[in-house]
């Protein structure tokens, strides 16, 4: 049985697809090709990755909404490796769903590190857990064996693996002011804006007014305090 983590590279440049693959193929990952979204799809429908990497210029579709597909539909990680690099596109790929942005061109040893970081979590968040494992606070409920967010209302969410990791800091260290370093974690070198996209889209789940937060404030100069009591069962 092959235990390595499957990824899927999307990209209509070969030699980046073969570049790629070979370098996480180095780092016992099993890697597999594919130069259009359709391809990959299909692909996906057939053996479900642990992580795709998209670029997001496809000939056939925009890298874009395949990302919004993957995480509306599948619990897949998701690394934006594309050549566009404006601020709009790594923001909107961010609040689409995906995990982390790197543009090109690119050191493949820090895309081989970004995708173990991000592999790393979603083991932890897949793996049985024995200990208390469902956060309340206020009206909402975090399971953390299904990265599911709800509140008493009937609404719920499926948190992304980076969603899932600063929301897990929060709810661990609840009233403390926490760094933005501290809420990076191992993911420290993502671009400036990462964290803030995260924290955007956690607010716009559990805050009632994300623009004016009263569960996750700005300690300006500092970082930022998860305000509710959580308690774990």
């Known amino acids: 049985m092959n235990t390595k983590p499957l990824i899927y590279v999307i990209d209509d440049e070969a030699e980046i697809c073969d570049l790629v693959c070979q370098e996480l193929e180095r780092y016992n990952f099993s890697a597999q090709a594919f130069t259009t979204g359709e391809q990959a799809l299909l692909a996906i429908k057939k053996q479900l990755p642990s992580l795709c990497i998209i670029d ?3 000939p ?8 919004k597909k993957l995480f509306d539909d599948k619990k897949i990680g998701v690394i ?35 995708v173990k970081s ?11 857990i024995t ?18 967010l709800a509140n ?16 897990m800091v929060l709810l ?21 804006r990462s964290i803030d996209v995260r924290m955007s889209r956690l ?18 100069g500092a970082g930022y305090i998860f305000t509710l009591e959580v308690t774990w069962q």
């Open 60 to 67: 056939d579709m925009d890298g874009l909404s395949l990302v």
């Open 172 to 192: 661990n260290a609840p009233r403390q002011i926490l760094s933005r370093e501290r809420l990076l974690s191992e993911d420290a070198t993502s671009f400036d």
């Open 80 to 114: 934006i490796l594309s050549g566009r690099n404006s601020l709009p596109d790594k923001v909107l790929g961010l609040e689409l769903g995906a995990d982390d942005y790197i543009s090109k061109p690119f050191d493949p040893r820090e895309l081989v590190a970004r």
């Open 152 to 167: 008493n209302k009937g609404d719920s969410f499926m948190l992304s693996a980076a969603e899932t990791e600063i929301l």
């Open 203 to 220: 607010r716009k789940k559990i805050e009632h007014d994300h623009k004016n937060p009263k569960i996750i404030k700005t300690v300006y």
């Open 131 to 148: 200990s208390l494992h469902t956060a309340s606070f206020g009206d909402w409920t975090f399971e953390q064996s299904t990265l599911t």
């Open 56 to 58: 997001l210029g496809l």
């Open 118 to 128: 991000i592999i790393r979590r979603i083991v932890v968040n897949e793996s049985p």
